[in-house]
């Protein structure tokens, strides 16, 4: 019986601490960050991954929310495929009715992951998509500032990892850097974990 794992380099710790003590997970594959920014590039990516991995396997979790592509994937795969619940890895991580409960709260809120903390700046600009815009000359920064300038809060989302302190000091200095207030929320691997049982019973 072996299980499979292709999941966002955002969400490798995750993912990891999940499937430490599986021992039916075999092979773990982990992808670049930022492919949710293009869903039809992320569905053709996770395809292609899946195809290289259904000989292998009995069954493949993947660890992304939805991001706008997995509910087009195709029903022809050789093995089961399983992702869990969530628009994106905030609703994986939070829950999709938390999530949309904080994002009524306060609108303008800049969601946090470990994954997407430690990357820091970079996930903003990618993600805000400036960096055509500065090969122009444009000041990246400056180009962010006024693209968040609604925004008026930074939500961490706390995963519990030994590393939190550092995370939260990288947290304070982005919220800073825009003038946000940052809270913290504690997530929960549950969504993780019950989407690798699922695919773990699907290999029996």
């Known amino acids: 019986m072996s299980v ?122 990618d993600e805000l998509q400036v960096h055509r815009m500065a090969k122009k000359g444009y000041d990246p920064l400056a180009l962010a500032h006024r693209m968040l300038k609604d925004f008026s809060r930074a939500l961490f989302i706390d995963m519990g990892f030994k590393r939190n302190d550092a995370l939260m000091r990288k947290a304070l200095s982005i919220s800073a850097e825009f003038g946000w207030k940052l809270e913290k929320v504690e997530g929960s691997l549950i969504r993780l974990k019950q989407t690798l049982h699922q695919a773990v019973d699907a290999a029996v």
Do not use: S
């Open 4 to 125: 499979g794992v292709i999941c966002c380099k955002v969400l490798e710790k995750e993912i990891r601490k999940v499937a430490h003590h599986v021992p039916e997970v075999t092979h773990i594959h982990v992808m670049e960050w930022g492919l949710h920014i293009r869903p039809d590039v992320l569905l053709e990516t996770l395809c292609r991954e899946i195809r290289q991995m259904e000989n292998r396997v009995d069954a493949i979790m993947l660890g992304y929310g939805r991001c706008q592509a997995l509910d087009r994937l195709p029903d022809d795969f050789a093995v089961p495929v399983f992702y869990p619940e969530g628009e994106d890895c905030i609703g994986v991580l939070l829950g999709q009715e938390r999530y949309d409960r904080e994002l009524m709260q306060t609108a303008g809120t800049w969601f946090l992951t470990p994954g997407w903390t430690e990357l820091g700046m970079e996930f903003i600009f």
